[in-house]
């Protein structure tokens, strides 16, 4: 349970009990002035300064929060709930609002023993008005302390419980945030993995090459000029193999297969670019009705589409894979299915797959972006992916 939740019953019971206090002091004053008791002026002006008191008790700022003027406080309270105890009889009912006050502003193990106090002090009180001790007269009072310390202490508990349980909660939700920017960073590192392999295979290889050949020219020149002209001719080859690469590697930065074009139309172009390049079957399916999603959303499924299907062509020796779009009421998902001779998803866990963008980081790119991501596999059963982002199609 929030302990917000309990805040507005306790706002009610504190509006309950100054009606209360308040009711009886009319009561009070009110029964003492119909039977004509002399002492109705006292009792009234009893009542007043005991009003006075507990209406100050509020409007003070240390009380409730000082021990001590808290209990000074309450102190002066018992000490004007005497003083119309002392003048009338029915000063006594007034005891049981306070013993609310008593165990809810004092702590746990001064609590109960003051509010047996005030129940002596009220039994003693109200016997002097008798004549006598009698079986109600010490009943009623002791009733009235026993409910208020199991109300007010089933309340505390309730609390305390709840508070604990607040804190759980708070403990859980922050360890979750922990856990997805861990997911996010896993994911960016990931991709700064992935961009160095690729930067170290093919740029970083050549312009090795292309330092080794001008070298080699720079030592033929000026005296073999015609042995330099072959490690020109090479470094010129190395530099237009770098600039393809490079041009690639922006490429697979920016998609281009998204520009001025649909998600669905770039995974239909994938598929039959891949199908005619592999010669692999591919089928490309659309379910539901296209809508507008976040760009982010829309790169991280065409990325994971194309590693999958490079995954499938490279390593899952299979005749036939089928990439599904699906557009549901909350979420936009992709599936990605093959008859190749699947693997174990344990033993790859780590995603060491060498030269491809691997299962951990195609799972890292969808979790960065709040998605989920699964994958089923064994030995000779084929493999399916599915990852899916939330949306709001409004």
């Given amino acids: 349970m929030n302990p917000h939740t309990l805040d507005r019953p306790l706002r009610v019971l504190r509006v309950c009990l100054h009606l209360l206090l308040a009711g009886l002091l009319v009561l009070a004053v009110a029964r003492a002035f119909a039977d004509g008791q002399p002492q109705a002026p006292s ?3 009893g009542a007043l300064v005991l009003g006075a008191v507990y209406t100050a008790g509020p409007l003070l700022p240390r009380v409730g929060r000082s021990p001590r ?3 000074g406080w309450l102190l002066a309270l018992g000490v004007a709930w005497l003083l119309l105890l002392w003048l ?4 006594v009912w007034l005891a049981f609002p306070l013993y609310f006050l008593q165990m809810h502003l004092l702590p746990t193990r001064w609590g109960p023993a003051v509010v ?9 009180g109200f016997t002097r008005h008798q004549g006598g001790l009698s079986v109600g007269v010490v009943i009623g009072p002791a009733l009235g302390a ?7 202490l089933g309340y505390q508990a309730l609390y305390r419980e709840s508070e604990h349980r607040r804190q759980l909660i708070d403990e859980l939700r922050e360890t979750r945030n922990d856990l997805a920017a861990m997911e996010r960073s896993a994911g960016v590192l990931a991709e700064r993995e992935r961009l160095s392999r690729e930067i170290h295979d093919t740029l970083a290889q050549g312009l090795s090459s292309i330092h080794l050949l001008l070298r080699a020219a720079e030592r033929a020149l000026p005296d073999r000029p015609a042995a330099a002209l072959p490690h020109v001719a090479q470094a010129r080859q190395a530099a237009q193999g770098n600039l393809t690469e490079a041009r690639r590697l922006v490429y697979a930065l920016s998609p281009v297969e998204l520009e001025g074009a649909s998600l669905p139309a770039a995974l239909e172009r994938l598929c039959r670019r891949e199908g005619q390049r592999s010669g692999l079957t591919v089928h490309f399916h659309l379910s539901g009705t296209a809508f507008d999603v976040p760009t982010a959303y829309e790169v991280a499924l065409l990325r994971i589409a194309q590693s999958a299907l490079s995954n499938t062509v490279r390593h899952a020796s299979a005749s036939r894979a089928e990439l599904t779009l699906s557009y549901m009421d909350t979420s936009v998902t992709l599936d990605a299915v093959d008859d190749g001779i699947g ?5 790859l866990r780590g995603g060491s797959e060498e030269g491809g963008f691997g299962l951990a980081a195609m799972r890292a790119r969808a979790r960065s972006l709040g998605g989920t991501w699964t994958v089923e596999s064994s030995p000779g059963h084929g493999t399916a992916l599915a990852v899916s982002f939330p949306v709001d199609p409004r």
């Fill in 88 to 91: 009338t009889p029915d000063g």
């Fill in 116 to 124: 047996a106090l005030t129940t002596v002090l009220a039994i003693a």
């Fill in 146 to 152: 026993a409910v208020a310390i199991a109300t007010v």
């Fill in 343 to 347: 693997f174990d998803p344990q033993a």
């Fill in 69 to 71: 003027a808290t209990a």
């Fill in 43 to 45: 009792v009234l002006a």
